[in-house]
């Protein structure tokens, strides 16, 4: 089946320490993109990519990297200089039709 | 820019009780609309979309109308059931920003038996 898959699903970070967050998807969709989700505050767009070796910042990028080197990959970085970095992380795509899929999370705890 | 503004929750109702999640949102053109699902602990799932002005989505019972004029896009259902506990997200989307979803804060609806 297709869809999109995240992991790991717990990471645990200790302070000073970059993390990164896979995302892989099997739909053949053009544009994939990563949330951050935070009690209370719904989802922020992170970074956002709409096709292979080229990717933009969202709203909340900072502290974060990213690459898209391949059609079905796009990893997340979560890097020393996020101060606040504890949150759920989700990835999606979409296709031609602009029909959004989610991945399952992954949730992030600074430690 | 765009923006999605949705009731505040929690929302707590008993079983079979009718159900209304107000959302209003702010575009700069005609976007698509959507409700959107969360179980605990997992992703979001598409509940229903609506494309143009005074289209119904609906699914699982669920419905919302695309109302221009009063720019919302309220999402309702007759009777609920304690398996329809959750977090919705009203959203929108439109070309004039690459299609980015913009989603409104969510709301946590518990339903008691």
């Known amino acids: 089946d297709g869809g999109i898959t995240q992991s790991p699903k717990y990471l645990f970070r200790k302070e000073g320490q970059n993390v990164t967050l896979s995302c892989e998807q099997n739909?053949?969709?053009?544009?994939m993109y990563w949330y951050r989700q935070d009690p209370g505050q719904g989802l922020r767009l992170i970074y956002y990519s709409q096709i292979v070796n080229d990717f933009q910042k969202g709203d909340i990028a900072e502290g974060y990297s990213v690459s898209r080197e391949k059609k079905e990959s796009f990893p997340l970085t979560v890097t020393s200089a996020q101060k606040n970095p504890t949150a759920f992380y989700l990835c999606a795509s979409t296709g031609s039709n602009y029909g959004y899929t989610f991945g399952s999370g992954t949730r992030l705890t600074v430690v | 820019g765009d923006s999605v503004t949705q009731m505040e929750g929690p929302v707590t109702l008993s079983e079979e009780a009718f159900l209304t999640i107000n959302c209003t949102y702010t575009a700069t053109g005609y976007p698509s609309l959507f409700w959107y699902v969360q179980y605990p602990g997992e992703g979001l799932q598409l509940l229903l979309k609506a494309t143009k002005a005074d289209d119904k989505g609906s699914n699982k019972g669920f419905e919302a109308t695309y109302r221009k004029e009063t720019t919302s896009f309220h999402l309702e259902k007759g009777s609920v059931q304690v398996s329809d506990s959750a977090v919705y997200f009203c959203?929108?989307?439109?070309?004039?920003?690459?299609?980015?979803?913009?989603f409104g804060k969510g709301t946590l609806l518990t339903v008691n038996p």
């Open positions: 959203a929108l989307s439109e070309r004039s920003s690459n299609y980015k979803l913009t």
């Open positions: 739909l053949n969709h053009d544009a």
